[in-house]
């Protein structure tokens, strides 16, 4: 589906805006380019119109969903590498391909869980932004780990966790000087991230020589987010005083509200001021993680914080059936609907649910609109990683990243960089 003059104009469609509205309002893209036009300014410049008109039948044209936290999907697990970097980028582009058909366009960071610490530096070097033809782009990596408190370390394997007693030394050491780069290495550059992309760590301020390298990680351009955590409400608060502007999967692996000390999600009634801005937090919106009404509880207390995640494991897989399946190191998962959990355990271990399904759920359990759930898996992402003008939004210069929802949230089809990639006709 391509225009004769590369330009094309989407027509009888509602369009998100970043307020959480919806708008009925034309949009107009640069196929060759890739990108979101002005029209009036397009029209003026280069009199043309589009030389193609696509009529979306009233149904909505979204940004391309962002997951900053998906551990593997579709067979393929990114935290295991079995010295073949070519296996490794083949499993990669094969997620790439598969994912479009939640309307993800980019599962920007592929998360490492907890590692033998030798294999940090490969497995991030392999995970450096990556966009393959026709699929999903990859911005970047999430290192989940090893910085974690042991008493929250769900699923992560305790003969791996680490402290960092040298502060910004130890976490330079064990993920590589090459992949912790400053700042302007990552910033976008004529509308490309470049080799080093995004960058987010999970760890536990209250572990020896993590609190250290908070600041330092951030004027790095990495995005430091709390978990897997016991940290008090006043140790979490100088986290985020030092450059924290994350919380990875609110509510779990870290302790519960309590009214004395509310701990980490207690970061969400903070009172901002000039010293202090309430984080961004990831939530897991399978009705399994967290209950629908705690969903909600967090939702009126910061919206616009708010960023829905998957947290996906190997096997996700729309169309996987029911029962136990191999992970790693010897273990193995139990998957019941959108459960999943360790065999032999109740531990869960992330999950097996699509991000538009965590749409759909969001907009249910917490009774805001369609619009406002798009919102927390485009713009709230990319404005929490810095990438606002480029991905999650439909400003004009914007990538032409989309993701065609009916009225109910349900994936019809899928474009990436102004191309089709999925179908549900298909």
Sequence with gaps: MSSPNGLICFTNCLLPLEDGGLVEKDLWIDQRRGVILDAQDTFFLRNERPAQTID??????????????????YGFDFSIYEGDDLVYRDGLRHVAEKIVESG???????TIVTQEKSLYPKLLSLLRPYSPPSSANILGWHAEGPYLQFAKRGAHAPPFLLTAPEG??????LYGAENLADAEDWLMNQGVLNEVGVRIITAAPEVEGVMESVSELTKRGI???????I???DLATTAVQNGANLITHLFNAMPQLHHRDPSIIGLLGQVADLSFERPFYEMIV?????????????????????????????ILDPNLHDGVHEWRDGKRFVKEGDKLYLEGTNTLAGSVVTLDKCVRNFSRFTGCSLGEAIKCATYN??????????????????????????????????????????SKGL
């Design 56 to 73: 979306l039948g009233g149904n909505i044209l979204s940004p391309g969903f962002l997951d900053i936290q998906i551990n593997g999907a």
């Design 104 to 110: 993800v366009t980019s599962y920007v960071l592929p």
């Design 168 to 173: 910004y030394k130890s976490v330079e050491k």
């Design 223 to 229: 995005v430091f987010s709390i978990g897997h955590s």
């Design 231 to 233: 940290a008090t409400i």
């Design 286 to 314: 399978d009705g399994i993680h967290s209950h629908p009404n705690s969903v909600r509880l967090a939702y009126s207390s910061h919206p616009e914080g708010c960023i829905l995640i998957t947290d996906a494991m190997k």
């Design 381 to 422: 992402p990319a404005k929490c990683l810095g990438i606002e003008n480029r991905k999650g939004t439909l400003r004009s210069g914007a990538d032409a990243d989309f993701v065609v929802l009916d009225r109910k949230g349900n994936v019809l089809n899928t474009w990436v960089k102004g191309k089709q990639v999925w």
